[in-house]
């Protein structure tokens, strides 16, 4: 089968491809091991309410997102949270304090002690030489704010985003804004008092009337159905002189143009048998993880009026942190006697979480919902899912990944990558990076 262009892989970066494409009014086929579109998000109504198994929300970070928003016409199903969810919390000596919403009130709060707020003020004067190797993100907060933020702020602030270790993540890879931050001004502080940032709260939040699965549904009504190829496996992909083959469980596809959006292991797969060098992708390491959705009664004392809670890995906790959804987005949720939280657990700190036995799994979730809030009674747990390899990890040695891929790719143009893996792992990263293919 000849085409023009081709698409590996129905989740966000995919979808986002084919819907551009298909604006642009240019023919293509999308491969999809699966019967739907999405990926890891997911999303499940129920007579309760609305469940995420993938992402929970996204952010203001880029305008690439709106704009496949308004191609799929949902920029009117936007919700933004409630007022209580600007505050937020953190697990520190067993104790849940809320997080400042802007860095001057540090001052004020009890989550620094003395010394950690005077380490951190110390920054905006002093910071101490960068080191020439690469510096994880823990190693560059100590450096610029002192051991005690890079704890109690990097570290859970990790764990909330990548699911992964601090100390192994790569401060330049997984947070570039933050680096050049540095080169700029030498200071973070310095840097924010210069662009008036110092008393901005944080990104805008977004979610979407039918959770964010609305995005694909919305994309398989919208797209042609003859384009769009589930349940169909791809093999191996062999590059030639006019584009590209593609071998899957079905046939052979002849394209001009491949877009392979799935996770960095299966393009390893896919690819490393025609161009060896591309199996250094199967270095990129993806954090497992446990999503938990629990219910509890509102006669419970704990008030759950915030967005959520982060746990810092010194806190020595079996969980990541907790979501308080139905305080964050009340109208996604329609039986009001219960509070509704999402727990995640796994991550690269407790990697063997994901092999735990059901039973298991829910007793360890129990215990520790129940004894953080102090709860009389058992939250009950209403869906639960796993994913062995949720979250990829921009670890110390990504950067020579993907300049080894990159090297790698250049005899091939007909072949695109895209995915979280490259460029952020957000869903506006995601999607700014696949639309920015499509040329």
């Known amino acids: 089968m000849n085409i023009d262009h081709l698409i590996i892989g129905g989740g966000l970066a995919g979808t986002t491809i084919a819907v551009h494409l298909h604006q642009r009014g240019l023919p293509f086929v999308l491969i999809e091991a699966t019967t739907r579109l999405g990926g890891k998000i997911e999303t499940k109504w129920t007579q309760e309410g609305c469940f995420e198994f993938g992402p929970n929300s996204f952010t203001n970070k880029s305008n690439d997102i709106f704009e496949l928003l308004r191609l799929l016409q949902l920029e009117e199903d936007l919700i933004v949270p409630d007022p209580r969810a600007q505050h937020r919390y953190i697990l520190k000596g067993g104790k849940i304090l809320a997080l400042p919403q802007k860095p001057q009130d540090l001052f004020t709060s009890p989550v620094l002690s003395l010394t950690g707020q005077l380490r951190f003020l110390r920054e905006i004067a002093y910071v101490p030489d960068k080191p020439p190797e690469e510096e994880s993100v823990w190693d560059f907060f100590a450096r610029h704010f002192g051991p005690e933020v890079a704890n109690y702020f990097a570290d859970p602030f990790v764990s909330g985003i990548y699911a992964g270790d601090v ?23 310095r840097y924010l008092i210069g662009r008036k940032k110092l008393h901005k709260t944080s990104p805008q939040i977004y979610q979407l009337k039918q959770g964010l699965e609305s995005i694909f549904i ?129 991550g690269m700190h407790h990697p063997d979480q994901v092999d735990l036995s059901a039973e298991q799994l829910r007793s360890l979730i129990h215990q520790e919902v129940r004894r953080l809030f102090h709860l009389k009674e058992s939250p009950e747990i209403l869906h639960m899912r796993r994913h062995p390899q949720a979250i990829p990890q921009y670890e110390l040695g990504y950067g020579k990944i993907i300049e080894k891929t990159e090297r790698a790719l250049a005899p091939y143009p007909a072949i695109r990558l895209a995915g979280n893996y490259l460029g952020g792992i957000s869903m506006p990263d995601t999607v700014a990076h696949a639309a920015a293919l499509v040329i």
């Open 218 to 346: 919305r994309a398989r009504e919208q797209l042609p159905a003859h384009a769009l190829h589930f349940s169909e496996l791809p093999l191996e992909i062999i590059p030639d002189s006019s584009g590209v083959k593609v071998v899957t469980d079905r046939r052979t596809y002849h394209a001009q143009q491949l877009y392979l959006t799935v996770p960095a292991y299966i393009a390893a797969q896919l690819l490393k048998k025609s161009i060896p060098e591309l199996s250094v992708l199967e270095q990129i390491h993806y954090a497992p993880v446990i999503t938990a959705h629990l219910r509890v009664t509102r006669s419970e004392s704990y008030p759950f009026a915030g967005f959520g809670m982060l746990i810092p890995s010194l806190e020595n906790r079996a969980i990541l942190g907790v979501l308080w959804n139905s305080s964050s987005f009340p109208e996604l949720f329609r039986n009001q006697r219960y509070h509704y939280l999402t727990v995640y657990a796994g």
């Open 167 to 189: 100390h192994r993540l790569s401060l330049s890879a997984a947070f570039p804004t933050m680096s050049q931050a540095e080169i700029d001004s030498g200071s973070l502080l």
